[in-house]
């Protein structure tokens, strides 16, 4: 699945996240992350496309103990 960066803002909250690529998303569209039809976000900004494949998910838990931050 291709995914789109983006800077959404909510109020005064700003979050960068992945978002479906869709050629209707553009600067300006309201998108919603959740099922609450409350919570949108304006899209300000798009970034770099990717495949949801080469995203890091792990947080670095495959570094080597000795290198992690975990508690």
Known sequence: ???IQALIRQGTSHMITWLPADRRLM???EVDLDKDPND???VMELY???ESE???RGWGLDL???VRTEV
């Open 64 to 66: 080597p103990r000795s």
């Open 54 to 56: 080469n995203i890091q």
């Open 27 to 29: 600067p300006g569209v």
């Open 48 to 50: 770099m496309t990717t």
């Open 40 to 42: 949108r976000w304006k």
């Open 1 to 3: 699945m291709k995914l």
